[in-house]
């Protein structure tokens, strides 16, 4: 059983839902990756998604984009992400990490090389955004002959057959995106997104964690209500970006210590009425 399953088996036992906060490897600085992957490790987070910087980042909005243009500046590359993760695991056996990221890196990498580095590094679960689970096939046999659980995105568009598609690939959890178009963009519709979770968590038999549009504990709050999983980027890139240089470190553990408390109370709500809006 992967770290990731474990992870979601220990959250189902105490009647919580997982908080994944991204960060972008490489921003605002190379030397802040690790520190603040223990940072969100200690304020609350179940899962880390870490961010591999792409010239290219098609799913991103402006937030997003702009820390990769920066890690990429800063000299990061997907050599030094597995690195960085393999530092994290030296001080925490236990938070899993999911690399978040496009295609293009990973085939210069190469796949097979790529889904070996990233096992021997630590790495939990891989995510790549323009991967359609259709042309995925060999890809997800070799990050499972790595120990790697392969993740892939749902959307509003999203049909029946893509949920089977997903289900028969997928391992760990499946994020649902939230709202049509680029991270950070648009306004969160809860009562849409509680519509489409039965449907695709009696379709893929997994976990569901939901992202974009999640911007403050109240939100957090409202979406641990009805999903399995509350992820949060942008905001947290955000949070990053304001801060002064010294101060990005409490800055996010003071946030996520925030989008913790949301989630948290959600989960006890739902204990208190009888595990509605559990999976």
């Known amino acids: 059983m992967s770290r990731i399953q474990q992870t979601f088996g220990k959250l189902e036992e105490d009647g919580r839902k997982a908080l994944i906060p991204f960060i972008t ?3 605002p600085r190379l030397e802040l990756t690790v520190p603040l992957m223990h940072v969100l490790a200690r304020a609350g987070a179940d899962i880390i998604e870490l961010g591999v910087p792409f010239s290219d980042p098609m799913a991103d909005g402006p937030t997003i984009q702009r820390a990769s243009e920066k890690a990429l500046a800063n000299g990061m590359n997907l050599k030094k992400v597995l690195a960085q993760v393999a530092e994290f695991r030296a001080r925490d ?3 899993p990490v999911v690399l978040m990221g ?3 890196p990973i085939e210069v990498f190469g796949a ?16 790549v955004v323009d991967r359609p689970p259709e042309e995925s096939a060999d890809f997800v046999r070799a990050l499972r002959q ?4 392969p993740i892939f995105l749902l959307a509003p568009t999203s049909t029946p057959e893509r949920y089977r598609e997903v289900a028969r690939l997928a ?10 178009g680029v991270t950070g963009s648009g306004r969160l519709n809860v009562e849409e997104v509680a519509k489409r979770l039965p449907a695709i968590r009696a379709a893929v038999g997994l976990p569901v964690g939901v992202g974009f549009g999640i911007r403050d504990a109240a939100t957090a709050a409202r979406m641990a209500e009805i999903a399995d999983a509350v992820v949060v980027g942008s905001r947290i890139i955000e949070e990053l970006e304001g801060a002064p240089e010294g101060e990005e470190l409490a800055r996010v553990a003071a946030l996520t210590n925030e989008l913790r408390q949301g989630v948290q109370g959600a989960g006890i709500r739902n ?4 595990g509605e809006g559990q999976a």
């Open 25 to 27: 490897a490489g921003f």
């Open 93 to 95: 056996a236990r938070t």
């Open 102 to 104: 496009y295609a293009n």
């Open 112 to 127: 097979e090389s790529f889904a070996q580095a990233a096992g021997a590094a630590g790495v939990d679960g891989v995510l």
């Open 146 to 149: 790595h120990g790697l659980d």
């Open 171 to 180: 391992s760990g959890y499946v994020y649902y995106v939230s709202l049509k």
């Open 271 to 274: 204990q208190e009425s009888g």
